[in-house]
């Protein structure tokens, strides 16, 4: 004899409620499970302090600064982004490392 039955629709929900109470906790959301599912509406921020300051400069460099600087360096890591990933550039990369192992560089493409 069994217990309940359990609607199979009802059963999805609950295995996404039981997910998303999960994920809130292994994630250190540091949110209630009714802010989860709320999206935190009608709450306020609780961070303290000043915001951050952004100290240092950046350089930004075109293609030719680019080339220049692979061809003096000895070292090479490339790390690709979501975006060359998504374009399965991994190939392409393949060949540049191979290309600056033969040149007698240490080239390596981080995945």
Do not use: F, W
């Not at 360096?73 to 600056?100: E, F, R, S």
């Amino acid at each position: 004899m069994v217990p309940y039955m359990i609607d199979p629709s009802y059963t999805m929900g609950i295995i996404c409620l039981g997910s998303v109470s999960e994920l809130s906790a292994i994630m250190a959301m540091n949110c209630s499970l009714a802010n989860v599912i709320l999206g935190g509406y009608g709450t306020t921020s609780t961070a303290g302090g000043k915001p951050m300051e952004i100290t240092g400069t950046h350089t930004e460099i075109n293609v030719d600064n680019a080339i220049e600087m692979i061809k003096e360096a000895n070292n090479i890591i490339i790390t690709p982004g979501y975006g060359l990933c998504a374009a399965k550039a991994q190939y392409p990369i393949a060949d540049l490392v191979k290309m600056l192992r033969e040149q007698g560089k240490n080239g390596r493409g981080e995945m």
